[in-house]
């Protein structure tokens, strides 16, 4: 193993468990919105992630930083999770099964270079839109007869909004990127996801909760795999491997998703669905090639 190899090698293992991690993610959502709106659920994954991450950082600080890194963290916030997990819980809740979720969510890479070359102008890759097309076409062969029902129209509405915020907030992470602490932008990140969505929670849902085992292993799984372990790594590999690395992990989004739906949630698809699944999937990782 030479000495690029196995510096990539934290990496590569980082990457890996953030896929599992960020995939399981889709399905503690589903039987958490058993017993709790979208919103509501939002909002007990901010306040749980916020009180833990909160008391790391009591125990063992972290660095001072500069007021300028407190308000990116602010706007990530905003578009990481106010935005992100809004839009998706609110997107499972309309019928949008985890596995199509995860699949849309999935073309991230490919949205953000085309943002980053529209925005940041930056160079596009040479194979990113040829990739999009190949992704595109995977996802409409999944989706392709719940387009044609208006009553599906605002669960997939919600889930694109939910892949702009995605791309849009990692765009901002890396045009304004900082020596903030993984954790303290976590922090910040939802605790500016609490203070954004608990007045939806309140006045269109009430708050309400229906407990049950299933909604109470989601909320648990969500806040303490999802939210903390998951969304630290995400911002690790943001902070040590760049934006462009980070999101090549999201090819693998769609299919492992597809397969903890199956065994978990019981879900079956057609050979023409997991056709799109796999298309989905070269097309991301076609699109990140150089």
């Known amino acids: 193993m030479n000495n690029a190899t196995a510096a990539r090698a934290p990496l590569n293992l980082g990457g890996l468990a953030f ?40 125990l063992w600080r972290a660095p001072s930083v500069s007021a300028k890194s407190w308000g990116h963290a602010l706007v990530a916030g905003a578009l990481l999770q106010a935005g992100f997990f809004g839009f998706t819980y609110a997107a499972l809740r309309w019928g949008v099964p985890a596995a199509v979720a995860g699949l849309i969510t999935g073309l991230m ?33 999944v989706i392709g007869p719940a387009v044609w029902v208006p009553q599906s129209w605002p669960g997939y509405g919600a889930m694109l909004a939910a892949l702009l915020s995605l791309s849009g907030g990692t765009l901002y992470q890396k045009r304004h990127a900082t020596q903030l602490d993984p954790r303290l932008a976590l922090w910040v990140q939802v605790m500016v996801g609490l203070v954004l969505l608990l007045p939806l929670a309140w006045l269109l849902e009430g708050l309400q909760l229906k407990p049950s085992v299933a909604f109470y292993a989601g909320v648990g799984w969500i806040v303490l795999i999802n939210a903390c372990a998951g969304l630290l790594l995400y911002l690790w590999l943001l902070r040590h491997g760049g934006a462009g690395q980070t999101a090549s ?18 879900a079956r698809f057609s050979w023409v669905a997991m056709l799109g699944f796999a298309l989905a999937a070269a097309g991301v990782w076609l699109g990140q090639r150089s």
């Open 249 to 266: 992990w999201f090819y693998l989004v769609p299919p492992v998703t597809a397969l903890m739906a199956a065994v978990a949630l019981d």
């Open 19 to 58: 896929v599992v991690l960020w995939s399981s993610g889709y399905i503690a959502a589903v039987a958490a919105l058993q017993g709790a709106g979208p919103f509501t659920l939002a909002v007990l994954r901010f306040a749980g992630s916020a009180a833990l991450i909160g008391l790391w950082l009591l």
């Open 109 to 141: 890479p490919l949205t953000t270079t085309l943002g980053g070359a529209w925005l940041l102008r930056e160079p596009l890759r040479r194979h990113t839109l040829s990739g999009l097309v190949i992704g595109l076409i995977g996802v409409l062969l």
